[in-house]
């Protein structure tokens, strides 16, 4: 039961991870453009 929710909770931070870094990268890429 416990690894269930590390499980779950390790997938929702990658997933977080993975939003924030397409962020990072449009306003890397705005700069660039800029």
Avoid: D
Wanted: net charge neutral.
């Amino acid at each position: 039961e416990y690894f269930e929710i590390f499980l779950s909770r390790m997938l929702m931070c990658r997933r977080a991870a993975n939003f924030l870094n397409c962020e990072f990268e449009l306003v890397i890429n705005g700069a660039k453009l800029l």
